[in-house]
C-alpha cells in the first residue's frame, strides 16, 4: 500500500465509522432498532404502575395446565398460530404462553395477529362465560351465589407472550405493544386446593428480545420486584416458571449460541435458582432443547411457525400441574393440514 | 502443513502467552527474551456496575521462533479472577509473521459461584498495519457448591462446544514506529471469549524508553447480536506499560 493511499484510507475508516455510527450502526452495537430494551422496560414499568388495579391474576381450581409455542413468525398465514390458540381453548389450558417472534414485523401482520386475537378471545368467551345481559358476562364455574360481573374489555384473555427479536425491528414494538402493552410483567395463579388451602405460582416474563436484558431489568430484577419472598426470607411461591425469547444453551454445536454475555448468563442462572424456578421456556433458535442445570429444567421450543417447520410435529408443550405441586410437561401435536 | 499441524499440537502442550492489549509487534526482537506487560483497567458493566482491576502477563521468548508466558487478571467489584498459560509459535512469511497460539484459560467469577475453564487455538497474523486472528474455543463453565437435593438429577455444568475467535486490528502508523493509534473488533478480549459479542475500540501505544512502552485501549463492548439490535453492555479502559528485558 503505497504512504498516500494509507493517509486516505485510514482517515476515511475513521470517518466512515464516525458517519455510520449516526444512523443504523451505533457505536454500542451494529444494528439499532427505534426502540432498545431499556425504552421498552421503562415503558414496561410505567404500564405496570400505571395500571396496578388491574394486576392479573389467575384462578385454578387444583391441577391445571398451560400451553406453550415459540416463534410463530405470522406472516399472511396464521394457521399455526391459530391452531395454538384453538388446542389451548378445546382442552382447556389456564393460559397460554408464546414466547416471542410472533409476526414477522410487517404491519399487516400484526393486524392478521390482532384479528386472531379478537377471534380466539371471542370463542374463549363464549366457552367460559355466560352473558347475563347486554353488556355483562359471568364465569361459567363461578361458584359464588352472586358471581361478578364483567364488560367484555374486563375479560382478560389468557394469552401471554413475550417479546422477540423479529417483534421489535422496523419499529415493530410499536405494533407489538399496541397488542400487548408491557414485554416485562408477572402473573400470579391462585391454586385453590381440596383441602382450602391457596398454593401460588409465578409466571414471569422476562424481555430479552435485544439479547440481553439492559440495565434498568436487571437493576429491577436486583432489587427484588419478582422475587415474592415472605418476611422470614422463604418463598411465596410453589411453582416458578419463566419465560424468555432468548435461548441460555445451545441445543447442538451447529445451532445458533446464546447471544447473552458471559456476565449476563451466569447472572440469569443464579437468579433462576434464587427464584427457585421449576421450569424456564425459552425460544429463539428454532430448535428443540432439554436440560436441567443447577435444578432449573430448561426447556428450549422449536419453532411453530409453517414456513420453517411445514411438516407436522410437536411444536408446543403443554404443562401439567398437578395440584399437590409436582409439574410435569409433554409434546403437543400440531397438523395444520387437517384444518385447512 | 506438516510444520503447521505439528506447530498447533506443540503449542497446546506448551503454555502461552495471553492476547495482550499491548499492540505493538509480538516477535522477538533478537536481544530481549523477557517481556513483562502490567495493564490497570476500570469500566461499566450493567449487570455488575463499576470494576476496576489489573492483569499482568510475563512472556519469555525460548527461541526466535517459540514463547511462552503466563497470566492473570483481578477485576474486583466484578468478582473476576483469571489466570492463563499460552504457548506460541511464529511462523515468519515474508514481511509478516502468523502466530499459532495455544491457550488455557480459567476464569472464576465469584459472584455467581461459576468456574470457567478455556482452551483456545487461533492463528494469528501481524502485518505492519494490519492484524487478523481467527480461532476456536472450547469454552465450560460450571456451578460451584450445588445444592445437595439437586446432585441426583441436575447437571452442574455446561460445555459450549464451537465458540469461534474473531479479531480484526487497524493502525495509522507502521507497527515498529514508536508510537501508534488504531481500531479494533472482535468478539473476545484478554481474558474471555464470546459468541456473538463483538466489541471494538480505540487503541494505541506509545515508546517512553526504548524497552519500555505505555499502551491501552478503550473498549465498547455491546450485548446482543446483529440480528437481535446491540445494546449498551459494558465500557472499559487500559492503560498499561510493556517492559522487555
Known sequence: ?340 | MRKIVFALLASLSVSVAGAQTYSGSRAYDGVHRNVIDGTFLGGFNVVTGWFVGESGTYTRHLTGRWSVSAGEQVQLFKQLYSLDVMGTYRLPIGRTNLYFDGRLLFNRYDRWNVNEPIVNLSAFWETSYVDLRLGESLVRYHKIGVKEEYRSYTTTGYTEPLVMTFGLGVHIRPRSNPWNLGLFIRNFDQFYYENWNINWGVRFHASLKPEMKLYGEFNVRPAGSISQLATRYETSLKVGLHYVL
Open chain 1, 1 to 340: 500500500m503505497s504512504c498516500k493511499m494509507r493517509k486516505i484510507t485510514l482517515p476515511t475508516l475513521f470517518a466512515v465509522l464516525l458517519a455510520v455510527s449516526c444512523n443504523k450502526v451505533s457505536p454500542i452495537g451494529v444494528l439499532v432498532a427505534g426502540t432498545a430494551v431499556e425504552d421498552r422496560v421503562a415503558m414496561s414499568e410505567l404500564f405496570y404502575r400505571n395500571h396496578l388495579n388491574d394486576r392479573v391474576f389467575l384462578i385454578a381450581d387444583g391441577d391445571y395446565t398451560f400451553l406453550v409455542g415459540a416463534d410463530s413468525h405470522i406472516t399472511n398465514d396464521s394457521a399455526r398460530m391459530d391452531e395454538m390458540l384453538e388446542t389451548g381453548l378445546n382442552d382447556g389450558d389456564l393460559f397460554y404462553a408464546h414466547l416471542g417472534d410472533i409476526a414477522d414485523t410487517k404491519a399487516e401482520y400484526y393486524v392478521t395477529l390482532d384479528s386472531l386475537l379478537q377471534e380466539a378471545k371471542s370463542r374463549y368467551v363464549e366457552k367460559n362465560y355466560t352473558r347475563v345481559n347486554t353488556y355483562e358476562y359471568v364465569r361459567n364455574d363461578s361458584q359464588e351465589d352472586t358471581p361478578a360481573r364483567y364488560l367484555y374489555d374486563e375479560i382478560v384473555y389468557p394469552f401471554f407472550p413475550v417479546v422477540g427479536n423479529h417483534d421489535i425491528t422496523r419499529n415493530g414494538w410499536a405494533l407489538w405493544s399496541n397488542i400487548f402493552h408491557s414485554s416485562f410483567y408477572e402473573i400470579d395463579v391462585i391454586v385453590f386446593l381440596e383441602d382450602g388451602e391457596i398454593a401460588f405460582d409465578h409466571l414471569i416474563f422476562l424481555d430479552s428480545a435485544s439479547g440481553t436484558l439492559g440495565k434498568r431489568q436487571i437493576d429491577l430484577i436486583n432489587q427484588g420486584i419478582l422475587d415474592g419472598k415472605y418476611d422470614d426470607g422463604t418463598s411465596q411461591y410453589r411453582n416458578t416458571f419463566v419465560f424468555s425469547h432468548t435461548n441460555i444453551f445451545r441445543p447442538q454445536f451447529f445451532e445458533f449460541a446464546s447471544t447473552f454475555t458471559r456476565e449476563e448468563t451466569f447472572f440469569l442462572l443464579d437468579q433462576f435458582e434464587k427464584w427457585n424456578v421449576t421450569c424456564a421456556f425459552c425460544g429463539h433458535v428454532h430448535t428443540w432443547d432439554e436440560r436441567n442445570y443447577n435444578g432449573v429444567h430448561y426447556l428450549t421450543l422449536d419453532t411453530m411457525c409453517e414456513k420453517n417447520n411445514p411438516e407436522p410435529g410437536d411444536y408446543l408443550v403443554r404443562v401439567h400441574c398437578d395440584a399437590d405441586g409436582e409439574v410435569k410437561w409433554s409434546p403437543v401435536h400440531m397438523d395444520t393440514r387437517k384444518r385447512k
